[in-house]
């Protein structure tokens, strides 16, 4: 009879020393960083960002440096600028050399 009690103090040493274990814990800067990256995810998805462009956003803004009035509707890579071209010029039926002069103002444009 006397084990029983010396095994529940046991076990609640034993749970109390790892909830105190700093491999458990948290810090500080975990939490913030988590924080950042649920914001700044937040943030890209509200912007519909993805692709290279996301990456872009991303890092910028896990690093603090994101800015807040960035326009989401200025695609920031060549490769959102060329999908963005192409669907206007598909919206606008172009063909043959207007097209690729569209295409060609276009993509300096933006």
């Known amino acids: 009879m006397r084990l029983f009690p010396t ?3 046991s076990a ?3 749970g ?3 909830a105190c274990s700093p491999s458990f814990a948290q810090s500080a ?3 913030a960083q988590q924080q950042r990256m649920k914001d700044c995810n937040a ?3 509200t912007r519909s960002l993805s692709g290279d462009g996301r990456k872009q ?3 910028t803004c896990l690093a603090g440096k994101a800015d807040s009035t ?3 509707a200025a695609p920031a890579t060549q490769q959102d600028r060329m999908r963005s071209c192409n669907a206007e010029a598909g919206t606008k ?3 043959g050399d207007e097209r690729r002069s569209f295409m060609s103002t276009c993509l300096s444009g933006h």
């Open 16 to 18: 109390l020393s790892v």
């Open 12 to 14: 609640a040493l034993l």
């Open 70 to 72: 960035q326009s989401a």
């Open 93 to 95: 039926k172009l063909a």
């Open 57 to 59: 956003f991303m890092s």
């Open 7 to 9: 095994l529940l103090a």
């Open 29 to 31: 800067s975990q939490t």
């Open 43 to 45: 943030t890209a998805k």
